[in-house]
């Protein structure tokens, strides 16, 4: 009579994994508590895949994240200004900047969102600040100093900190589209006293003057020539996601896109972006004298 064989081998059991049971009591913290610490943990390891198309798989998921984060954050009384809210800040500043390039041809409904949120939180850190700004001329040279002062108050370095990071944020994204929008931000990154509690942000206010120095020759420069077709912010582009109905090419770069801005002064040479329009100008000056 034949027997029966038992396998010695472990049966699979149907259990979540310590991750997942992990992600499961955040959500619920999230949800039910309101905890910001929840939302940050979860958008630090939820894993995000872009593939060779672009497209992205849970960066939205992680933005939502970053959006309740923020949100919660700013419902508290007082608003918590502290290292957890430093690096949401930070994270949600990298997961825009990464994004950009997308959303130029697919449409994300979360960046505009998120970038709503950051210059709201600006403004409410600058309202909570206990010192003014400085004034930040528009002229040659910049006269700002990116040397460390004297902090009043832990909650005020942090607040500088995140002021200075949102601002370059902002100036950095406006800086190919919009000249005016650029400056406007870069004056602000500099009006914000320098910090002593992270070396990042003195360098991106060194960035800062470098970059607006350059903005404000070029913008004499023009001021001088020609007057430039009128860009829209990159900013602004991707919030509305407005576009004409067909593509038209960089008369620079030849580069196909919807909704470029055109030459104000012959309406007919398109343009992705200043670079293309400076390096395009000492031809299409010529032919756009004829007009």
């Known amino acids: 009579m034949p027997t029966l064989l038992l396998s010695s081998s472990k049966t699979f059991v149907n259990e979540k994994s310590p991750l997942i049971h992990q992600n499961d009591q955040l959500e619920s913290q999230l949800k039910q508590d309101g905890s910001i610490e929840a939302a940050y943990q979860l958008a630090s390891t939820t894993e995000y895949i872009h593939d060779a198309q672009g497209k992205c798989f849970n960066c939205d998921k992680i933005a939502n ?19 957890m809210l430093l690096a949401i800040v930070q994270q949600t500043i990298a997961l825009i ?36 700004d400085r004034y930040i001329p528009l002229s040659l040279p910049v006269n700002a100093s990116t040397q460390c002062q004297q902090p009043l108050s832990m909650r005020e370095e942090y607040g500088r900190t995140i002021r200075i990071s949102i601002y370059h944020c902002r100036a950095n994204l406006c800086e190919d589209m919009d000249l005016n929008k650029a400056i ?11 910090t002593q509690l992270d070396s990042q942000q003195q ?54 896109k919807r909704g470029m801005p055109v030459c104000s002064r012959c309406k007919s040479q398109y343009y992705c972006g200043i670079r293309c329009l400076k390096a395009h100008k000492p031809v299409h000056d010529l032919e756009c004298r004829q007009y």
């Open 184 to 194: 406007t931000y870069y004056r602000k990154c500099l009006s914000v006293y320098p």
């Open 97 to 132: 900047q990464s994004h950009v390039d997308v959303s130029r041809t697919t449409h994300l409904p979360w960046l505009p969102m998120l970038m709503a949120e950051l210059r709201e939180l600006g403004k409410l850190v600058k309202d909570d600040s206990a010192q003014a």
């Open 203 to 256: 360098k991106l206010q060194s960035s800062a003057k470098i970059a607006l120095e350059h903005l404000i020759a070029d913008q004499h420069k023009d001021d001088k020539s020609t007057i430039r077709p009128k860009l829209p912010s990159r900013t602004s582009s991707v919030s509305s996601g407005a576009s004409s109905s067909c593509s038209m090419s960089c008369s620079n770069c030849g580069v196909e």
């Open 65 to 83: 994240y970053y959006l309740a984060a923020l949100r919660l954050n700013k419902s508290k009384q007082p608003m918590q200004l502290n290292a």
